[in-house]
């Protein structure tokens, strides 16, 4: 099994930026991909990034040229580099890894856009 711990969230006025981070621990070597999802109040949760094993990366259209999902494998981390920030990000921010046998979530962190 893989746990996954957030961190970086907060309040960022619109047109900030934040750098959230997932540090993966356990069966890392099992791990195919990792992706971030976001769930805001009343709202499904919805993916905004993905990393899969050999570095293809995707993003849904809300955040296209804005956020920027990276992976540290020494350091079993995942990013989500967030620029240019606006109200409708806000969100609880959920790192996510799948392998072959499992999917895991982390508990979450919050992103709170306002001025």
């Known amino acids: 099994q893989v746990q996954l711990v957030e961190s970086g969230g907060g309040l960022v006025q619109p047109g900030g930026s934040l750098r959230l981070s997932c540090v993966a621990s356990?069966?890392?070597?099992?791990?195919?991909?990792m992706a971030w999802y976001r769930q805001a109040p009343g709202k499904q949760r919805e993916l905004v990034a993905t990393?899969?094993?050999?570095?293809?990366?995707n993003y849904a259209d809300s955040v296209k040229g804005r956020f920027t999902i990276s992976r540290d494998s020494a350091k079993n981390t995942l990013y989500l580099q967030m620029n240019s920030l606006k109200p409708e990000d806000t969100a609880v921010y959920y790192c996510?890894?799948?392998?072959?046998?499992?999917?895991?979530w982390g508990q979450g962190t919050q992103v709170t856009v306002s001025s």
């Open positions: 996510n890894a799948v392998g072959s046998r499992f999917a895991s």
């Open positions: 356990g069966s890392t070597f099992s791990i195919n991909s």
């Open positions: 990393h899969a094993r050999g570095f293809s990366t």
